[in-house]
């Protein structure tokens, strides 16, 4: 599975939920009530995924974001908020 640039798996945050959520927690409550997105999570790795056996126009590649783990957590969050209030 791809990383970000904070080069954290997904999987590995998913496992020491039970540790870290306190803090995690922290952070997000922090960025809500703030109204700020902690600028290491902004950051992003863009890779060219061919979608053609053999490309030859930079038509013929897909961008695909790589995004740090933690910001799809608050990005989660943020969207049920939102969800719940609409």
Do not use: C
């Amino acid at each position: 599975m791809s990383v970000g640039v904070d080069e954290i798996n997904i999987f590995v945050v998913k496992s020491l939920m039970p540790r870290i959520s306190s803090v995690l927690t922290h952070i997000v409550n922090v960025s809500f009530q703030t109204g700020i997105f902690p600028e290491r999570w902004k950051k992003t790795i863009i890779k060219p995924i061919p979608k053609v056996a053999i490309p030859i126009f930079p038509s013929e590649y897909r961008p695909i974001s790589l995004l740090p783990a933690l910001s799809k957590i608050i990005e989660k969050l943020a969207n049920k908020q939102i969800i719940q209030y609409l």
